[in-house]
């Protein structure tokens, strides 16, 4: 799928609230400043939260309890070692959603249930969306 502008970015992230149940995780992968935060805070927003959304870079964990359904947002650049995931509590016991940047730096078994959602640039400026869907979302994504 091709995001042409920010606007799609939106679209999508919308799809994406609309479809998210408690215990679902996001993973979304891709280069530097490709959009990876951009459309975790359109999910953020389609799903009910009003505020500001920050890159979660430096705290590398935070969690919107606002929601109906709260969503942590995640931030796993700065891991050296999948075995700090373990200081975060991401592991398991969520009742709500995870929305993972940089899900890599946890190692290649983490979360085997999540969607996992790829950015890459594309031409002019556009952003190209390709995933892999689980089980746990068939039915649910992509968009019919």
């Known amino acids: 799928m091709i995001l042409v502008d920010e606007q799609a970015t939106e679209a999508v992230g919308r799809q994406l609230a609309q479809a998210l149940r408690p ?52 931030d796993l650049y700065r891991l050296e070692d999948p075995s700090e995931l373990d200081e975060l509590g991401l592991d398991g016991g969520l009742d709500g959603i995870l929305l993972v940047e940089w899900p890599e730096k946890a190692g290649a078994a983490a979360w085997p249930q999540a969607l996992r959602l790829s950015l890459e640039f594309a031409a002019d400026g556009q952003r190209r969306l390709t995933w892999e869907v689980p089980a746990a979302w068939e039915g649910r994504w992509p968009p019919a």
């Open 23 to 74: 215990g679902d995780v996001i993973a979304l992968s891709g280069a530097l400043g490709v959009g990876k935060t951009a459309l975790s805070r359109a999910i953020l927003h389609a799903a009910g939260h009003d505020g500001e959304v920050p890159s979660p870079t430096f705290a590398i964990v935070q969690p919107y309890d606002d929601l109906p359904v709260p969503i942590w947002h995640c």
